[in-house]
């Protein structure tokens, strides 16, 4: 970005988001991009350019960002995971004395597995708001492009504890569990991680994400228990950092196997023709293809009034 550009850019973010109230004494918790600079909103922007200073996961990250968008000389406040509850008392100090602070992480959305949380939780106890500005994040970004039909519901693991019983214990939870799961791993982890996702899920949809918004983006759906090869047939494979998705696998009722899944089946009819929905729904829910197969007709012939409606 050009020094030309930035000024350009600072001024359309006021013009979008500047009518918006930005109260003082007040805590922003900014999203940031997760890789791509154009993914960071304009109300971001104008909220980084407004406060007084900023806390941030590791200063030599984001002093970078606010050099690219123009936005100098602000006061940087580290507030990482070995200092976050002592950092929190000197952002207190600055709310005391009517300032805004925004907080912003490494990249993504602050707090959800990375630091901020205490400190957001600090600033509420003491009595002052935390604003949320809301952007990109990896987790969502990753469950967007799963394509996971049966799931109506996920959960958020993150990183997968590094003791070797606490991990055990996760993985037998994350396989135990019919919900959607998000996970995230680093790339020197990442086979690892695989051997051990093969070996708890077999065959179990995934989703790998890696890279999300950067040039080497990489999104793939293939069976848990291929996921090592997958990664062995290409070194490149395995660099960058891993967003996860373990896709649902729904509880079929013994009495009715096929009305467990009418969610999926009506998504995936209103797309797919009905074989092609039908061989698709069994392979994300793992009913069987005879019952969906009637069930699909059934539903196919439902007078359109009688569907429900999504929001």
């Not at 179990?204 to 994400?209: F, G, H, S």
Request: aromatic fraction near 4%.
């Amino acid at each position: 970005m050009t020094t030309l550009q930035a000024p350009l850019l600072q001024q359309a973010a006021a013009s979008a988001a500047g009518a918006q109230q930005y109260p003082t004494g007040a805590l922003y918790v900014v999203a940031t991009p997760i890789g791509n600079l154009a993914d960071i909103t304009l109300r971001a922007i104008h909220v980084l350019a407004l406060v007084d200073a900023v806390a941030c996961e590791d200063t030599r990250h984001s002093a970078p960002l606010l050099r690219q968008l123009g936005i100098d000389g602000k006061a940087l406040i580290a507030v990482h995971e070995h200092n976050e509850r002592e950092a929190a008392a000197g952002v207190l100090l600055r709310l005391a004395r009517g300032e805004r602070v925004a907080y912003v992480s490494d990249a993504g959305t602050p707090a959800i597995s990375d630091p901020g949380a205490a400190l957001v939780a600090a600033v509420q106890v003491a009595g002052y708001r935390a604003v949320p500005i809301p952007g990109a994040s990896s987790a969502v970004a990753a469950l967007s492009v799963a394509g996971d039909a049966a799931g109506a519901a996920f959960t958020f693991v993150g990183f997968l504890p590094a003791r070797s019983g606490e991990r055990a214990l996760a993985l037998r939870q994350l396989a135990a569990s019919p919900q959607t799961q998000v996970l995230f791993e680093a790339p020197h982890r990442i086979d690892a991680l695989a051997a051990a996702l093969a070996d708890a899920l077999g065959a179990r949809a995934l989703t790998v994400c890696r890279e999300l918004t950067k040039q080497f983006e990489t999104v793939h759906r293939l069976r848990a228990d291929e996921l090592p090869a997958w990664l062995a047939a290409d070194a490149n494979r395995s660099r960058g950092e891993f967003v996860l998705v373990v896709h649902a696998q729904a509880t079929v009722a013994a009495d009715s196997p096929a009305l467990a899944h009418d969610a999926t089946l009506r998504t995936l009819l209103a797309a797919l023709p009905l074989k092609q929905a039908v061989a698709l729904a069994a392979e994300l829910t793992g009913a069987p293809r005879n019952a969906l197969y009637e069930r699909a007709l059934a539903l196919k012939d439902e007078p359109v009034g009688a569907r429900p409606r999504g929001r």
